[in-house]
């Protein structure tokens, strides 16, 4: 049964450490997404890859967050220094995209993160 | 994207079938319906999709009415870890390759508690 993995899967930190989150698309998958998720804003889309290129981060605050793909295994999440804002569950999802047709994301279980 | 209306909440008895419904009745000819669930702390689960047929995978049943302004997703034996929140969602069948057209948008969903 094929999934999306995360590590860690609870992360505490101190406000101003860096921390890294990462992500292992289902295998043979395409594109990826990180998504965080809070009470008060629900899902946001903060970056999504399609064959390891970034095509859209809009959503992440640039001055902190980083999003890359060392490889196709593999998605990192950086935040670099963290801020008790960042409190969320981040979210990595894959799919398969072909041409312009819709692809169907396939979430992994999250990071739950709290700086304190 | 059409816009969904879900109930906020149903109950369902543990090995009955639960049906839960969905109205999109602005939803346009390209546009599918995706069905996710989020178990509490989890990551959303994508459970099925349609455009205009039926259909039937290992988890559920969808089926859209014939004008396709509303859709019903079975259970068809509902067990305890089956209580989750259920999402309904329209989505275009092509999308861009942009941040706005890739994220996902959950409305408020249906939560679903199967009773023992």
């Known amino acids: 049964d094929a999934r999306v993995t995360q590590t860690p899967r609870h992360k505490v930190t101190e406000m101003g450490q860096e921390v890294t989150m990462r992500c292992q698309p289902i295998l043979g998958h395409n594109t990826v997404f990180w998504y965080r998720q809070t009470m008060m804003q629900g899902l946001e889309l903060l970056a999504y890859?399609?064959?390891?290129?970034?095509?859209?981060d809009s959503g992440m605050p640039k001055d902190r967050f980083s999003a890359e793909m060392p490889d196709a295994t593999l998605a990192t999440l950086k935040i670099q220094p963290s801020e008790p804002r960042d409190s969320a569950v981040y979210f990595c999802?894959?799919?398969?995209?072909?041409?312009?047709?819709?692809?169907?994301?396939?979430f992994g279980p999250g990071t739950r993160l709290t700086v304190l | 994207d059409a816009k969904t209306t879900q109930p906020p909440s149903m109950d369902c008895a543990e090995g009955r079938a639960a049906n839960l419904p969905c109205n999109h009745s602005?939803?346009?000819?390209?546009?599918?319906v995706y069905w996710y669930r989020q178990i509490h702390s989890q990551g959303p689960q994508y459970i099925i999709h349609?455009?205009?047929n039926n259909e039937t995978n290992e988890m559920a049943s969808l089926i859209i009415t014939e004008d396709r302004k509303s859709s019903t997703l079975i259970l068809p034996h509902a067990t305890l870890r089956d209580t989750a929140v259920y999402y309904c969602i329209v989505r275009p069948t092509r999308q861009m390759d942009s941040g706005s057209a890739r994220q996902l948008t959950f409305g408020s969903g249906t939560q679903l508690t199967v009773l023992p």
């Open positions: 999802a894959s799919g398969i995209k072909q041409g312009a047709l819709t692809d169907t994301q396939y």
């Open positions: 349609g455009l205009k």
């Open positions: 890859f399609r064959n390891r290129a970034p095509l859209d």
């Open positions: 602005t939803i346009s000819g390209n546009e599918y």
